[in-house]
């Protein structure tokens, strides 16, 4: 079972650091990779890119021309996160005891039409206007009923060695 | 019981949009308030006022000059989240249970360390790097066992109806 996210309509000023931070959460989280649409942003791919050598995977991220194609062709559940949507806390239990693969979607601002219709489900994290980035973290946390976070990455050169006061990082 | 978040080192071009995330996610979740430190942006502060003002509250947004202060003379559980911080899921069942206020601590990338020496706790959500918006929602959540999803808001005008497509906005 893989989950894939699918983050729409990203534009290089506005929303790099929130779609750094919808990939970052989808790799720390336990997502196989990330592709988005809109305009590509290259310092985005190397900044994550960089993240992945560092503290390890396996993810990716990948930019889509045709976001309808990549819904479209998806095989397993297809999901978009949006305020309008029904709770997701009803269906999330269905959709993990399903075992398919999972596409999530998330919008910026204006989400079109046709992303209603080709989902699967419209789930909201809340009726309440907040961030996709907190959305995707809620959905994936129950998702996995936790036990993303104390995912083990693969080929990472560092990890964070928890402390009560101050940082360490040990190199591996 | 209440919650205030501290959003600290805000900088108008960089941050808008995190920060922006970081106070609706604030309300969103239960918070009764968010305080942040670094460049005033009164824009930021509009957008969260209207924000308050269409869909509910109560909330409230305020600057800070001296942050130092607020986590000084806060009374409560100071809580600050950060990747290098013990894992949280260890200490929230402490949190809920002593019912004293609680002051959520959220740093942009680079947070003094006196920050680490002030709270009372330092708590990561997962040990890997992702976003404060996302370590927030996790914490408040988990903090409020899922009740928050359906927490309602008072003298809202707006309020969303959940629909499996589309939308459905109605006027109170």
């Known amino acids: 079972m893989k989950i894939t996210v699918l983050r729409l309509g990203h534009r290089i ?16 989280m336990g997502c196989s990779a990330i592709i988005y649409s809109g305009q590509r942003d290259k310092n985005l791919e190397e900044s994550i890119k960089r993240v992945i050598e560092q503290w390890g995977g396996p993810f990716e991220i990948k930019y889509t021309e045709d976001w309808k194609k990549n819904i479209k062709n998806f095989k397993g559940t ?20 399903s075992k398919k693969n999972l596409l999530v979607i998330v ?20 009726s309440q206007p907040h961030s996709e980035v907190a959305a995707m973290a809620i959905f994936l946390h129950e998702y996995f ?26 190199k591996l």
Do not use: C, W
Not at 13 to 20: C, E, L, N, Q, Y
Not at 78 to 97: C, E, S
Not at 147 to 154: A, G, H, N, Q
């Open 13 to 28: 000023g506005r929303d790099k650091r929130i779609t750094a931070h919808v990939a970052l959460v989808a790799r720390a």
């Open 78 to 97: 297809k999901a978009h996160l949006t305020v309008y949507g029904m709770p997701f806390q009803k269906n999330i239990t269905k959709i993990r005891k």
């Open 107 to 126: 919008g910026g601002e204006k989400v079109p039409p046709e992303v209603y219709q080709a989902a699967d489900l419209n789930l909201s994290i809340t």
């Open 145 to 170: 009923k936790g036990k993303e976070l104390s995912k083990k990455f693969k080929k990472a050169k560092l990890k964070v060695i928890p402390q009560e006061r101050g940082k360490l990082v040990k």
